[in-house]
């Protein structure tokens, strides 16, 4: 009868979210209605596949030296919260399932890139105003934080996680952060009900690094996990909710990005960074059977963080950022070298110009003094000539007093 209940206040709750989502509420909630029925079967048989999960102590295989380069100070922070009034009025309206579920409690872990907005959406959630809001690109989340608050009469814990792509830390230490949080709660014998995965699509196009964040994401988790999962898309323009909605249908339909995790039970919404928006989100999660995610099961079982799924997979993408690095200095270096190349034609085409100004010079200055000569020697030709002219002309002069005087002669014998 519990049970039936359960899935009667799920059906509900999803019929909720994709009315506030302006989906079809008649053809969608049927699916997710079956998807909760399953859901709820694996809640009863959580004991038969997860024994004994409470029990775990400090003897078991997870060995701490694992992460031992992670501060112990990043051990969980929970800080009482007390109930507000919108969770009060929430509780009400299912105040008969609420009591049924009251000893029952839930964890959810907000997961995301840096500014995706999952300290603000768990401050959403919990009305816990200390957590630090910032607007910018940069994480304001140091640690993994667990933030507890009261949902419809059952506590609900949310781990509001450091983000990836932080310009301050390396994905390694945020991956560090994320699996050593999560193993401490594992041993507490606490696993996660569900996860939100929050995801900017405020972008044009699905860049590379958001491709290899939700791959690392999907390592972290695990397959089977996919069905825990509510993918939030944020950032997105409120004046144009349709090209949210194409835009998670992109990615949604892409098994690259969020189509496996869909084909595999994941829900996504375009989620709108109000509060009523954020707590239709948990309600979903709050429905699903608590179990380990995959890199739990993994240190668990006495893997170092480095031969989980997880962190094979960032090894990989660390790797080929490498291999890129080197190939584009190789390529600086190649371009580097065929430009020394291009100086030293130039510089060799340069001193062949001077070499050819010098000779042109050196020919001009050969012409110049041919000329020059040239000229010297007309001029000395014309001042040879001059004086010839000079003496001929004092000839004719003397000839022509000559003859004058000759004539003077002639006159006066007559």
């Known amino acids: 009868m519990a049970s039936a209940c359960l899935d009667c206040v799920t059906y509900h709750f999803h019929c909720t979210l994709l009315t506030y989502m302006s989906v079809n509420p008649i053809m969608l909630s049927d699916t997710l209605h079956r998807q909760t029925s399953r859901t709820m079967s694996a809640t009863r048989s959580k004991d038969d596949h997860y024994p004994n999960l409470s029990s775990v102590d400090n003897s078991s295989s997870y060995d701490s030296d694992d992460l031992s380069s992670i501060d112990d100070s990043n051990s969980d922070s929970s800080v009482d919260q007390s109930q507000n009034s919108s969770d009060d009025q929430a509780g009400r309206s299912n105040s008969g399932t609420s009591r049924n579920m009251t000893q029952s409690d839930v964890l959810i872990a907000v997961i995301g890139v840096?500014?995706?907005?999952?300290?603000?959406?768990?401050?959403?959630?919990?009305?816990?105003?200390?957590?630090?809001?910032?607007?910018?690109?940069?994480?304001?989340?140091?640690?993994?934080?667990?933030?507890?608050?009261?949902?419809?009469?059952?506590?609900?814990?949310?781990?509001?996680?450091?983000?990836?792509?932080?310009?301050?830390?390396?994905?390694?230490?945020?991956?560090?952060?994320?699996?050593?949080?999560?193993?401490?709660?594992?041993?507490?014998?606490?696993?996660?009900?569900?996860?939100?995965?929050?995801?900017?699509?405020?972008?044009?196009?699905?860049?590379?690094?958001?491709?290899?964040?939700?791959?690392?994401?999907?390592?972290?988790?695990?397959?089977?996990?996919?069905?825990?999962?509510?993918?939030?898309?944020?950032?997105?323009?409120?004046?144009?909710?349709?090209?949210?909605?194409?835009?998670?249908?992109?990615?949604?339909?892409?098994?690259?990005?969020?189509?496996?995790?869909?084909?595999?039970?994941?829900?996504?919404?375009?989620?709108?960074?109000?509060?009523?928006?954020?707590?239709?989100?948990?309600?979903?999660l709050m429905n699903f059977a608590a179990a380990p995610i995959l890199i739990q099961k993994e240190l668990a079982a006495g893997k170092k963080l480095d031969e989980t799924a997880a962190g094979k997979e960032l090894d990989k993408q660390k790797g080929e950022e490498i291999a890129k690095l080197k190939e584009k200095m190789q390529d600086l270096q190649s371009d580097k070298e065929a430009t020394a190349a291009e100086v030293k034609a130039l510089r060799d085409k340069i001193a062949q110009r001077e070499q050819e100004i010098t000779a042109a010079g050196q020919r001009l200055d050969r012409q110049k003094g041919e000329e020059i000569a040239k000229l010297r020697k007309v001029m000395q030709d014309l001042e040879s000539e001059r004086k010839s002219t000079a003496a001929e002309m004092r000839q004719l002069k003397e000839k022509i007093y000559q003859r004058e005087e000759e004539i003077m002669d002639l006159k006066r014998g007559c």
């Open 114 to 284: 840096t500014g995706a907005g999952k300290t603000t959406f768990v401050s959403r959630v919990t009305g816990d105003t200390s957590l630090r809001i910032d607007d910018s690109v940069d994480s304001v989340t140091e640690d993994a934080v667990s933030v507890p608050c009261k949902i419809d009469g059952r506590t609900v814990t949310l781990i509001d996680t450091p983000g990836f792509d932080d310009h301050d830390r390396t994905e390694v230490d945020v991956l560090k952060l994320i699996s050593k949080h999560l193993m401490d709660k594992y041993m507490e014998g606490t696993t996660l009900n569900g996860i939100v995965f929050l995801q900017p699509i405020n972008q044009s196009r699905v860049t590379r690094t958001e491709r290899s964040r939700t791959t690392l994401f999907k390592k972290l988790l695990g397959e089977s996990s996919f069905r825990r999962v509510v993918i939030g898309g944020t950032l997105w323009d409120k004046s144009n909710p349709q090209d949210a909605a194409r835009k998670i249908a992109q990615r949604s339909a892409n098994r690259d990005i969020w189509g496996d995790m869909v084909q595999g039970g994941a829900i996504t919404v375009p989620y709108d960074n109000t509060r009523q928006g954020a707590l239709n989100i948990v309600r979903i």
